[in-house]
C-alpha cells in the first residue's frame, strides 16, 4: 500500500506507537469488498470509539467554556461542531484525503457522500490516537484539530449553530416580515434513487433552488444558497 501512514501521523503530530491503528482508521469498508486478499480491517470500529470520545471532549469543553447555556444551547453549538460538514472540513484541513484507502467507486464519490467518508474518518482517526496514546493526547489532539480550527466563537456569532432553514427564516422574518416557503419544483430518478429539487420562495418570489436526494435535504441546500443569494 503506497500511503505513508508514518509520514501523516507527523503531519497529525500524534507519534502513534502503533502505526497500524492509523492505518485501519483510514481504511474504508468498500475497499475491503473490493480487495478480498486485503489484510487490513476497516475504520468503523474505530469511528464508533472515536465519535464517543469526540462527543466526551466537545461536551466537557463546551460546558466550561459557557457556564450560563441551557442544555438546549450546549447541545446545539456540540453538533454544529460534530456534524457532518464540520467534520469534513477538519479531514481538508489535515489532509486525510491524501491517506483514504477506497474503492475505486468511492475513490469517484463527491458532494455529500464523500463529505461523510471524511468526517467518519476523523472520528476513526481520534479512535485511533485514543487507544493508542489515551484521552489526554486524544483530548488535545480534538482541541488542536477541531475546537481551534472551527472556532466556535465564530460559529455562535454567526449562528451557524442554526441550521440553514432555520438561519434563513429568521433572517427573512426580521428583514422582510415574511416566512419563506418551500415548494418542490422536480422530482427526478425511479423510487429508490429519486432526486429532488426544491425552490425556496419569500412570497411570490424564488430565491434559491436545492437538490437532495431527499426533500429535507434539497431544503436545506435551498436554504443554503438563498443565504449566500441575500447576502445574509
Not at 78 to 101: C, F, H, K, P, Q
Request: proline fraction near 2%; charged fraction near 30%.
Amino acid at each position: 500500500m503506497k500511503n505513508d501512514f508514518k509520514t501523516f501521523a507527523q503531519k497529525l503530530g500524534v507519534d502513534f506507537l502503533d502505526i497500524s491503528l492509523l492505518q485501519t482508521a483510514c481504511t474504508h469498508r468498500s475497499y475491503l469488498n473490493e480487495v478480498k486478499s486485503a489484510k487490513v480491517e476497516h475504520n468503523e470500529r474505530l469511528e464508533f470509539l472515536g465519535d464517543a470520545v469526540l462527543e466526551l471532549v466537545v461536551t466537557d469543553f463546551l460546558y466550561k467554556k459557557y457556564p450560563r447555556k441551557n442544555e438546549g444551547d450546549l447541545t446545539a453549538y456540540r453538533s454544529a461542531l460534530v456534524n457532518t460538514n464540520s467534520l469534513s472540513r477538519v479531514a481538508d484541513n489535515i489532509g486525510i484525503n491524501e491517506y483514504l484507502i477506497l474503492s475505486k467507486g468511492e475513490a469517484k464519490d463527491t458532494g455529500r457522500a464523500r463529505a461523510i467518508i471524511l468526517a467518519d474518518a476523523v472520528e476513526a482517526i481520534i479512535g485511533a490516537v485514543y487507544l493508542d496514546q489515551g484521552y489526554e493526547t486524544a483530548e488535545a489532539f480534538i482541541a488542536r484539530n477541531i475546537l481551534e480550527f472551527l472556532k466556535i466563537e465564530d460559529i455562535i456569532s454567526n449562528k451557524l449553530w442554526l441550521d440553514a432553514k432555520s438561519r434563513f427564516q429568521e433572517r427573512a422574518q426580521e428583514v422582510t416580515g415574511q416566512t419563506p416557503i418551500y415548494k418542490t419544483v422536480k422530482e427526478t430518478g425511479p423510487d429508490h434513487d429519486k432526486q429532488f429539487t426544491v425552490g425556496v420562495f419569500i412570497g411570490d418570489t424564488q430565491i434559491a433552488l436545492g437538490a437532495g436526494p431527499s426533500k429535507n435535504e434539497a431544503e436545506q441546500k435551498a436554504a443554503e444558497k438563498a443565504i449566500e443569494v441575500r447576502g445574509w
